[in-house]
């Protein structure tokens, strides 16, 4: 099918299946392996949209279902897509039911039910019926104008012991995506990208892939996880379908955020993530760092004049006298528990600790250097005690050829 993005394989791990590569899309450049920041709404909560590009992101999502509710299609016409509503110069990927929408979409039977035709729900604005069809989805993607749009797909939790309906959920996914590629009307400006189902049975994942794969996206996905299912389960999946995938497209899991989900992912070979985590707990007082999470609404911090995170290059890191604000871990103690600022604060350190994570990655592959950059993660994470490692990362490293513990 025709494509409007260019896919640069720049360089491949000789240890793990990780890759670099440029991802060039109609708003601009981007580096893989990339953190996409979630702005569900047209807004990623707290910040302006020069301060989310302060963060260095050049990526970011945006959700189909809300912004067909709010401000609706005929508005988005009349503005001419999402980029001008919100101001952003750079890329846009659009989901259909990413965590949020499907919580509502799926998880309250009471709000949705899921049909041959499409998913049929209750507006949560003033509870009208409504129908989304994977036309009507592609059809409010392209008046979006997201640089990628994903398809409708119908989505089952991981954790679900109904396998038959899994199954029916896979195969209704590839029928969906064959109406989603009929209906998509810029595919010289909009890319459309697959989302690869079927649960965490391996079996039903190759199946999903191989037919999904013969669809010729330019991108692929790989979806349904990050729903609760044992982390040793999630590397089986990401493992297994990217085994099955070409070389030279993109390769997007979704719903993914954690730092050290993010390293062993790309590891596995993933390229794309994303996740309302970095955001979210900010909102409670809790930054991202080397060393962990830093819960910086706890007393212990209300002394401490060091920066939120020695080194870090972001605007609140970086001293004053190199152009940055040079926050304190005490202001940010001082601000978490009463003002909004706080949040906003950490909003902005939390998406470039993520994004530049996820650019130390990029470069350690392109020096062919990702194993010892793995051990280094895992080391400062764990403060030098191999005991503290998770098993499932233990296992899934050893799985591509990294000791993890051999520091």
């Known amino acids: 099918m025709h494509s409007a993005l260019q ?8 240890v793990t299946k990780a890759r670099a590569a440029n991802l ?14 979630v702005a569900t709404q047209g807004s990623l909560k707290g910040l302006t949209p020069e301060q989310l590009e302060e963060t260095g992101c050049r990526l970011c999502l945006n959700n189909t ?39 509502q979409m799926v998880s309250l039977l009471k709000l949705a039910q899921v049909t041959e035709d499409g998913v049929r729900f209750l507006s949560p604005h003033d509870g009208t019926p409504m129908l989304l069809t994977p036309e009507h989805s592609i059809s409010l993607q392209n008046s979006i104008g997201s640089d990628i749009m994903m398809q409708l797909d119908d989505v089952i939790a991981t954790t679900s012991p109904d396998l038959a309906r899994i199954e029916e959920a896979m195969w209704r996914s590839i029928r969906w995506l064959d ?84 390293v062993v992912s790309v590891a596995l070979g993933a390229d794309m993530f994303d996740c ?20 910086l609404r706890n007393a212990a911090y209300s002394e401490d004049f060091s920066s939120i995170e ?36 950490l909003t902005m350190h939390n998406v470039h600790y993520q994004l530049s ?38 296992d899934a490293l050893r799985g591509v050829g990294v000791n993890i513990l051999a520091w």
């Open 276 to 295: 309302v985590w970095p955001t979210r707990t900010a909102r409670f007082g809790n930054a991202v760092t080397s060393a962990g999470i830093l819960n």
């Open 179 to 262: 109406r989603c590629i009929t209906a998509h009307k810029k595919p010289e400006s909009q890319n459309l990208f697959c989302i690869i189902q079927g649960g965490l049975d391996l079996e039903l994942r190759r199946i999903c892939t191989e037919e999904m794969v013969a669809r010729d996206t330019p991108g692929i996905a790989i979806g349904g996880l990050s729903g609760g299912e044992a982390k040793d389960a999630y590397c089986r999946v990401v493992d297994t379908c990217t085994g099955l995938l070409p070389d030279n497209k993109p390769r997007y899991v979704m719903g993914v955020g954690y730092p050290e989900d993010l």
């Open 24 to 37: 060039i899309l109609p708003h601009g450049p981007v580096p893989l392996p990339i953190f996409m920041p």
């Open 65 to 103: 279902y809300h912004l067909g509710l709010k401000p609706g299609q005929e508005t988005l016409d009349a503005l001419g897509g999402a980029h001008k509503l919100q101001s952003w110069p750079h890329n846009l990927l659009t989901v259909v039911t990413n965590a949020e929408s499907r919580f």
């Open 357 to 394: 994570l996820m650019g130390r990655a990029r470069q350690a592959i392109m020096d062919d250097a990702y194993p010892a950059f793995l051990k280094d993660f895992f080391r400062r994470l764990y403060d030098n005690d191999t005991s503290r490692v998770p098993t499932w990362v233990v």
């Open 7 to 14: 896919f640069e394989l720049l360089a491949k791990c000789s």
């Open 310 to 345: 020695e080194g870090c290059t972001c605007i609140c890191c970086k001293p004053l006298s190199e152009g940055g604000l040079g926050i304190t871990r005490a202001y940010i103690y001082h601000l978490a528990a009463k003002e909004t600022v706080g949040a906003h604060l």
